[in-house]
């Protein structure tokens, strides 16, 4: 375990988070597990509420390589990248080894129409018994309810979340407990695995510079995100190694 300004962060590895992930699905427990990258430390370093939220997942794996380098020095030499999009796709194999029924929530009926065509070609005796879109915007007491309970009846015992930071963080945070399986929250992956967006090719991923890729991509989406978090990371970042960071006074 790796602290990175005031967030504890797992020193963990793709099988042993995976597996791990798919003990707690078998079990049939509900928890939640956030891949965390730079926008979601500075999430948490804005909001008090949201570092709380990340403080009390069951598993934080360092899904960006800044994240990664901090650990090393931290005293994890030989922590590597559990990206999100990526160990997705480890437990979705072990899923399918273990015939674990899994569900996605979040994009668009067209993404998980596709993510779903993709994955059954990868992994022939995937079950997914759940796909929902939900409306974009916070969901309403209804909603959630309508969710909890389809949820439930599905069976699942592994739900990948794909809200976008921070809402899929909060919303399976808020629904520990209720939701009676594992909750993975993966970000972009959906897009990613569906094939609607392009991937970040390995090289610039290993250099960090995933983000550079996607700003490229998508830069009306994405440029205040970036632009705004990553020099304030550095900054913070520095003072961190150096035992100079204090906890900003949050909301």
């Given amino acids: ?17 995976s597996h791990q992930i ?18 979601m430390i500075m999430e948490a ?6 570092r709380q939220i990340l403080n009390n997942a069951d598993l934080v794996t360092p899904d ?5 380098w901090m650990m090393r020095i931290k005293g994890e030499p030989n922590q590597s990248r559990v990206y999100g999009p990526t160990l997705m796709l480890h ?10 029924p899994i569900g996605f929530l979040g994009s668009t009926d067209h993404v998980l129409t596709k993510l779903s065509i993709n994955l059954k070609k990868k992994f022939l005796n ?3 018994n759940y796909c929902n879109s939900p409306s974009f915007g916070k969901l309403s007491e209804t909603e959630n309810n309508k969710i909890i309970e389809e ?3 599905s069976k699942i015992q592994i739900l990948f979340v794909g809200l976008g930071c921070p809402k899929q963080e909060i919303w399976m945070a808020e629904h520990k407990g209720k939701i009676p399986a594992v909750m993975v ?39 205040k995100r970036y632009l705004y978090n990553n020099p304030r990371f550095i900054i913070l970042a520095i003072a961190d190694l150096l035992g100079l960071y204090h906890p900003a006074k949050m909301k």
């Avoid at 003990?23 to 730079?38: F, I, L, Q």
């Avoid at 960006?64 to 990664?68: I, K």
């Fill in 45 to 50: 370093h804005d909001h008090l509420s949201f």
């Fill in 1 to 17: 375990m790796s602290r990175i300004l005031d967030i504890n962060i797992s020193a963990i590895n793709y099988s042993n988070a």
């Fill in 91 to 100: 437990i979705l194999a072990l899923a399918e080894k273990e015939k674990l």
């Fill in 64 to 68: 960006g390589m800044p994240l990664v």
């Fill in 22 to 39: 798919v003990d707690w699905g078998r079990a049939h427990e509900s928890r939640y597990v956030c891949a965390c990258n730079v926008h």
């Fill in 151 to 153: 949820i439930t009846q």
């Fill in 185 to 223: 929250g993966v970000g972009a992956a959906f897009d990613f695995h569906a094939g609607v967006k392009p991937q970040s090719p390995p090289f610039l991923q290993k250099l960090g510079l995933e983000w550079l890729f996607r700003l490229f991509h998508e830069p009306r989406r994405l440029w």
């Fill in 126 to 128: 995937l079950m997914i």
